[in-house]
Structures are given as structure tokens and as C-alpha cells.
């Protein structure tokens, strides 16, 4: 059957025993997206998160599927699949297969712009609308280090957050302030038992899974 | 919107439909800067899949350039309260109906009961293929996904069963060796009757010389198996199942695709079959994304007013609501090649006359089709290629399990050659197979639909065309299980645009992306190395609500590069 040995899409946590009796790492994978208007920063807080850098102009997109990182909570290794936009919200263009599957989004809009704030409010919408009814929304208020200049009020943010049960953390890709911790917050905010697992969402696999365990059990063979 | 778009691209494809998507993610692969447009509001054209309420909205609007002939009946009351009974909006719903829902109500107990509205309610767990299609697990569609890296964006599942009618019985086609071994339905003379012919067909070709290849040239595929002294069921099974043939089938072309099922066998699941998880409707969306991460830009809902192409030049100018972008060449669907250039009589190249497609219905029921054991664990998916006279269908059957349908609910896909303009006419005979009223155990229909899928035949000798236009135009679905005819029309476009370049080579895995100047042991500055477990702890016990704000600078965080994983997790 499909559902076992998947990798991809749901919570496919999993802990085996070792032979000598003790108990292996449990694995957690998950996809979250990013979204939020054009320029707010969302590829730097990935790039920030999952290679420790920061490049001042960032180009649009950086060229990648989507990038992974793993973090480590007690004795479960979690592993993002982190996805971007690719700008295909631009034109408000965004594919809905982007959201199938999420399992966490992160909303990012520019502490100095109002727009982008109100544009993350639609986001928020948005994804109640077209992902997953469990899926845990982080809004992050962006360039942080520019807080002398901000338009948008910490606490309005915070409020906003506290209504529609989001995470909430300003961050700086430039900095690097709170971005691992909003990657953490989500992390551990997510179901990882087993019993979590489906949430009645069905489950699926990926082709190149098992590309190099491949059975050959064909039936003429 | 369109304002600030720039106004030169290497490449506009108009239509996110699959063959378009394809050519799109291809041209930005290599560097060629596409602006994809659709003006439609949703990704995938006729190549779409819809949750049910825009399913039923566009099935009511009706007559589309892409979709015509459409007609949708509901079986059942608009609300579970069968005294409520009014029928409103497009119903074609009669008495007839009515008996049958009540039907369904006495035979099933109270929790199997669906109306309009609880359907309706769970709309967006419907994704309904405009155009279905099921994959071979080594064919070209998986082939082209894995060796680009698109297979990275969708899911699929395997598909669960192969199905076929032997003597008005829905039987399940075995497929791997323990399947041959465990059947019911076979005895034990067939299974190895059965195991020894395909062993034969998997053997066959390598040696050219053969006299049994020879002795069979020029021969039917029915004819050979005939020869081979299988019983009667397995006839059915390999000609129905297996080489997808039809009495007409020259041998050659069902040895090869016996082959093809078997050389598909074993990689993936019990059948040699996947389905994508969340419907086709994704497929073309995954070329969009590699397309959009390669820079490709992506405007939905955009009318093309018309493309003028410059005689000097050759350079086409598409008219985008009132603004100008120039482009080296076009792609278009069929369907969105605009009417004043048609008129205009340029030529295109791969443009033909407008043609009915693909005969489609769609149906749901609360039941799946055949025996229990048919559906074990729930259906999944289920494959079954039918026959009336020379003309064939496939029906396919998906249950929640595919992300296509609620819980409770299978959606059958029955899609055919169109032979007229009248759906529900050319499917009839398979549907009569199928969901057969005349019988006690018939299926209840709790929804039907039919439309016609509009194509153009492809032409790309059409003889107007001149060798140098830079207007291309995709072919619409054509009935194949596979997407064999897709992947060869969107390749030979991209050829003819970009004749060296490879189509679609293998996208990096993220993994394998490094950014210049990377340094790995920035990751470590916001970490505290030691006992990492403990504050860990603490941190938990302090952040039971989620009070992200107190924990900063307090937080712990252990970022491993993912080569360091296994090493990570052995020191455990």
C-alpha cells in the first residue's frame, strides 16, 4: 500500500527500535510555506534559517524547490521542508498545490509597511480557506532591525495574532533575531506523535522515495 | 496589474494546462525568461481539477471554448429531510430520483445518507479531474518527473487495483507474483498458464530472430493469445488489463505494452499504476512551480487580446488587456489562441480544426463498484478498462484515500473518444456496464456529469504554416491512459523553439544548493552547545502557551545541516 514507507507531505513521524533495545530518534518531516507580499523578506528568513546568511539584495527568488532544515526538539529530529513563493504571488498567481499538504506557514509582512501587514491579514485568510484545517500559522513581522522606523505597531500585530491563534515574533533576516526561534516555536507546536499523523488527511508518496531501495519483485522474474 | 510587468520575454505560453506548463518549465529551465499566462482564474485549463461547487458553477455556465456539451443531475434531495424535497437551481431531478434516493436510504443505514447541501459542504475535499489520467509507474510521465526533479512537488499514490469485466463480473486483474499466487479468481492450471505467458511476453523481442515473432508479424494480438491456449478469463484479463487491447490491436503493439505493464511492475506498489495525489489537477501545477523558481513569471486571469506578429522581425506582439509585450515566440492551448488572429488566417504551427476531444463523465456514489474484497481497505484506487464493440473507456475509481473526494464518497471518472457531441450518448454503453439500474445491486448515483473536452487536430504539417512563425499551439487531452501524446506534443514544440537545449534536465535537490560565501558555522550563533536537552525542558515547561516572546534569548535551538543528520541522531 502507499502509505507506508512515505516521506514526504504528513507528520510521518516514526520511531524504530534498534536491535540492542534502544529507542532510535523519532523523525518528524514537515512542509511549511511562506507567504506574504512581494519584498517583505521571506526568502532572506529562509536563507537566514537554513544557511546563516544574509545578502542585503537578495535576489527575488533563489532558485531552489524548496530548501530543508533540521532542527532537534527532546528526542525527536524535525525536519522542514521549507517552500517559498517562488513569486507567484505577485500577480496574485499562487498555485494551490503550494499549499497542499502544509503542515505550517509562516506570514510575513515588513514592520515599516502597513500594506504588507494588511496583505499578511489576507494570507491568514487565505489559508484558512484553502490548507489544512490544523495547520500551525506563525506571523512574522519582518526587518526588525529597522524598528525605529516601523509603521506597524507591535502590539496591533500581537493582538491580531492573539485573536486568530497564530504564533507571533518580530524577526530580522538581517540579524538573524528570532528567526531560529519562530522556526523552534513552530516546530514544537506541531503534532508529532503517531496518533497525530493522518488527521484524517489522506497520505501519499513521493517518486523518488524509493528510487534507490527499489524491490524487484517482479512477477515474471 | 499588468502595468509594471516587463514588456520583452523570450517566451509567453498562454494556458497552464499540461502540454503549456510543460514547454513553460522546460524554456525557464534553460535560462529563457517566459512570462505564463492564463485567463482563466485557475491553473490547468482543461487539464484542471475543481472542488465541487466550481465544478458544478462551471459545468452550469456551460459552453467554454475548452468545454462544451455539459449537463450535471443530482440524484439526491437538496437536504437530508426527504419532506423538504424541494429542488432548486439547475436540477434535472424528477421523481424518478427521488424514488431512488429514498432507495438508497432504506438499504443503507442512517450515516450513509448524503443530500446536495452535505455534499456541497464538503466541497473543497473534491477534486475533480477535468481530465484524468493514471500513470505507468516506468512511463514517460514518471520518467520525465523524476529525471527533472519535478516529483519533488506532488505526491501519488499507488494505484490499489486493477480491474476487468469477465462475464458481467468485476474481477481484479492479478499483478505481481504473490497477486497471480493468492487470486481467487484464477485456478491453479490458469495461474501458471497465466505466469508462464507473461514470462514470455517479458522474454519477447530480446532475440529478433525469433520464429515467434516472426510467425505472429502482421498478426492481431487476439489472434496470438488465441495461439497460446490461455483459458478464456485470462484472455480477458491480458487483453482487457494488461496490453490495454482491442480485437483490432496488432500484436506488436500489445507485446509492447504488456511489456510496458510489466516493465512498470514492482516499483512503487502491487499495481504497475500511480495516481497523483490530489488529482491530475496538480501535474501541470508542478511544471509552474519549477517554471516560477527558475524565474518564470505567472499572471492568472489575463485576457489575450490579440498577438501581431512583426513581418520583419517575426517578433510577436501579444496584446495583453491593452498592453504590448513582445516575445521571440508564443505557445497557446487551443482554446486561447485569440479569435481576431485566427481570422487574420496566420499560421500556427500545431493549429487544426476545433474537434470534440474526449467524451468525459464524472459520477459519485456513497458505494464503491464491485465485491468488498474489491475494495478492501476502503477502495483507494481503482482502475477499470472497459469494452463495448470496437470502442473503449476507462473508468477509474477513487476514494478519500486518492484526496479527490470526502470520506464516505467514490468518484468515478469515465472517459472515452468523443464520437459525437452528445456525452452522455457516447458513454452510455460503458456506463450501462457499469452502474446497470436494471439489477437489484446497481450502484445508486448519488451525482452525474458529462461534458465534452474540445481539442484541435493536431497538424503540424498544416500547409499555411510558415516554417518560421512563432506561434505554437498545444494539442487538447486525446484519449490515452498515460501521458505519452502530452509529453511528445510538448516536446516537439520545445524542440522547435529551442532545438539543442535539453528538455527539462534535473533540477538540484535543495540539498545541493549552495549559496556563495556560505559558511556553515554561522548556524551555531543563536545556539547554546551544551546540554541542550535540559534547558530544552525547561524551555517547554516555561512556554506551555505558547508565550514565544518570554523565551527570547532563552531559546535553544540545534540546527544540523542535513548531511550531519545520521551522524546527529547515532549519538544519540
Not at chain 1, 491563534?165 to 519562530?182: H, P, Q, R, Y
Not at chain 2, 523524476?146 to 512537488?153: A, D
Not at chain 2, 508479424?217 to 488489463?241: D, H, N, P, S, W
Not at chain 2, 501579444?318 to 497557446?332: D, N, R
Request: glycine share 6%; with cysteine.
Amino acid at each position: 500500500m502507499a502509505t507506508t514507507a512515505r516521506s514526504g507531505g504528513n507528520a510521518s513521524g516514526s520511531s524504530a527500535q534498534r536491535p540492542n533495545g534502544t529507542q532510535q530518534n523519532k523523525n518528524c518531516q514537515f512542509k511549511l510555506v511562506l507567504l506574504g507580499e512581494s519584498a517583505v523578506g521571506k526568502s532572506s528568513l529562509v536563507l537566514r534559517f537554513v544557511k546563516g546568511q544574509f545578502h542585503e539584495y537578495q535576489e527575488s527568488t533563489i532558485g531552489a524547490a524548496f530548501l530543508t532544515q533540521t532542527l532537534c526538539i527532546e528526542d525527536t529530529v524535525v525536519k522542514f521542508e521549507i517552500w517559498d513563493t517562488a513569486g507567484q504571488e505577485r500577480y496574485h498567481s499562487l498555485a494551490p498545490m503550494y499549499y497542499r499538504g502544509a503542515q505550517a506557514a509562516i506570514v510575513v509582512y515588513d514592520i515599516q509597511n502597513q500594506d504588507s501587514f494588511q496583505r499578511a491579514k489576507t494570507w491568514v485568510k487565505e489559508l484558512h480557506k484553502q490548507a489544512s484545517p490544523n495547520i500551525v500559522i506563525a506571523l512574522a513581522g519582518n526587518k526588525a532591525d529597522l524598528s525605529n522606523i516601523r509603521v506597524v505597531e507591535y502590539e496591533e500585530a500581537k493582538q491580531y495574532a492573539e485573536e486568530n491563534g497564530l504564533l507571533f515574533m518580530e524577526t530580522s533576516a538581517k540579524t538573524g533575531m528570532n528567526v531560529n526561534d519562530i522556526f523552534l516555536a513552530i516546530a514544537k507546536k506541531l503534532p508529532k506523535n503517531d496518533g497525530a499523523n493522518n488527521q484524517g488527511a489522506p497520505a501519499g508518496r513521493r517518486l523518488n522515495d524509493n528510487e534507490n531501495n527499489r524491490q524487484t519483485n517482479n512477477c515474471c522474474k | 496589474m499588468s502595468d509594471d510587468l516587463p514588456d520583452k520575454f523570450d517566451l509567453i505560453v498562454i494556458g497552464t494546462g499540461f502540454p503549456e506548463s510543460c514547454i513553460a518549465a522546460a524554456a525557464s529551465r534553460i535560462g529563457k525568461t517566459v512570462l505564463h499566462i492564463d485567463p482563466h482564474e485557475y491553473y490547468g485549463g482543461v487539464w484542471a481539477s475543481f472542488n465541487l461547487e466550481s465544478f458544478c458553477a462551471l459545468l452550469e455556465y456551460g459552453n467554454g471554448s475548452d468545454i462544451k456539451n455539459t449537463k450535471q443531475k443530482w440524484y439526491i434531495n437538496e437536504q437530508l429531510n426527504p419532506e423538504m424535497g424541494a429542488e432548486v437551481g439547475n436540477s434535472n431531478s424528477d421523481s424518478e430520483t427521488h424514488a431512488m434516493a429514498e432507495d438508497t436510504v432504506v438499504r443503507k443505514p442512517i450515516d450513509q445518507q448524503w443530500s446536495r447541501e452535505k455534499l456541497l459542504q464538503q466541497s473543497r475535499r473534491f477534486n475533480l479531474d477535468l481530465s484524468p489520467k493514471i500513470l505507468y509507474s516506468a512511463g514517460p510521465l514518471v520518467q520525465l518527473l523524476v529525471s527533472s526533479n519535478i516529483c519533488r512537488y506532488a505526491e501519488f499514490r499507488a494505484v490499489d487495483r486493477v480491474c476487468t469485466k469477465f462475464q458481467n463480473q468485476i474481477i481484479n486483474v492479478p499483478c505481481s507474483r504473490s497477486d497471480v499466487f493468492n487470486t481467487k479468481d484464477l485456478n491453479i492450471v490458469e495461474k501458471r498458464l497465466l505466469m508462464k505467458f507473461l514470462s514470455q511476453c517479458l522474454a519477447f523481442g530480446e532475440d529478433k530472430t525469433e520464429e515467434d515473432t516472426l510467425l505472429y508479424r502482421g498478426k492481431t494480438f487476439r489472434e496470438y493469445l488465441q495461439e497460446q491456449k490461455v483459458t478464456e478469463k485470462i484472455r480477458t484479463c491480458v487483453m482487457q488489463a494488461i496490453a490495454m487491447s482491442t480485437d483490432e490491436t496488432p500484436f506488436e503493439v500489445g507485446i509492447g505494452r504488456t511489456q510496458q505493464f510489466l516493465g512498470s511492475l514492482g516499483r512503487y506498489g502491487n499495481t504497475p499504476f500511480l495516481f497523483p495525489m490530489y488529482g491530475c489537477g496538480e501535474i501541470p501545477q508542478c511544471f509552474c512551480r519549477l517554471c516560477a523558481v527558475f524565474g518564470g513569471i505567472y499572471c492568472l486571469k489575463r485576457n489575450i487580446d490579440d498577438i501581431i506578429v512583426e513581418a520583419d522581425t517575426n517578433i510577436a506582439n501579444v496584446v495583453l488587456e491593452g498592453k504590448t509585450i513582445k516575445a521571440q515566440h508564443v505557445v497557446s492551448a487551443p482554446c486561447h489562441i485569440p479569435t481576431v488572429l485566427l481570422e487574420r488566417n496566420v499560421g500556427i504551427y500545431g493549429q487544426g480544426e476545433l474537434v470534440n476531444s474526449l467524451s468525459r463523465g464524472i459520477f459519485l456514489s456513497a458505494e464503491p463498484l464491485g465485491s468488498e474484497e474489491l475494495n478492501s481497505g476502503g477502495g483507494g484506487v481503482n482502475l477499470l478498462r472497459l469494452l463495448a464493440d470496437t470502442r473503449e473507456a476507462i473508468l477509474i475509481q477513487l476514494s478519500h484515500f486518492s484526496g479527490t473526494c470526502p470520506k464516505g464518497i467514490y468518484l468515478f471518472h469515465l472517459t472515452t473518444a468523443a464520437q459525437t457531441d452528445q456525452p452522455e450518448q457516447d458513454l452510455a454503453p460503458f456506463v450501462a456496464q457499469i452502474f446497470n439500474t436494471e439489477t437489484d445491486d446497481a450502484l445508486k448515483l448519488l451525482y452525474s456529469a458529462y461534458f465534452t473536452i474540445m481539442g484541435r487536430k493536431s497538424t503540424s504539417s498544416t500547409p499555411r504554416v510558415d516554417v518560421s512563425t512563432p506561434i505554437f499551439c498545444t494539442s487538447a487531452p486525446s484519449y490515452e491512459l498515460d501521458y505519452d501524446n502530452a509529453i511528445i506534443n510538448a516536446r516537439e514544440i520545445f524542440t522547435k523553439l529551442y532545438a539543442d537545449a535539453e528538455f527539462l534536465p534535473r533540477a538540484p535537490d535543495p540539498e545541493e544548493i549552495v549559496i556563495e560565501g556560505e559558511d556553515p558555522r554561522a548556524l551555531s550563533e543563536n545556539s547554546l552547545p551544551d546540554d541542550l536537552r535540559e534547558q530544552l525542558r525547561e524551555l517547554e515547561k516555561s512556554a506551555e502557551h505558547m508565550d514565544i516572546e518570554d523565551t527570547e534569548g532563552t531559546s535553544v535551538i540545534e540546527i544540523n545541516q542535513v548531511e550531519s543528520e545520521s551522524q546527529q541522531m547515532d549519538a544519540e
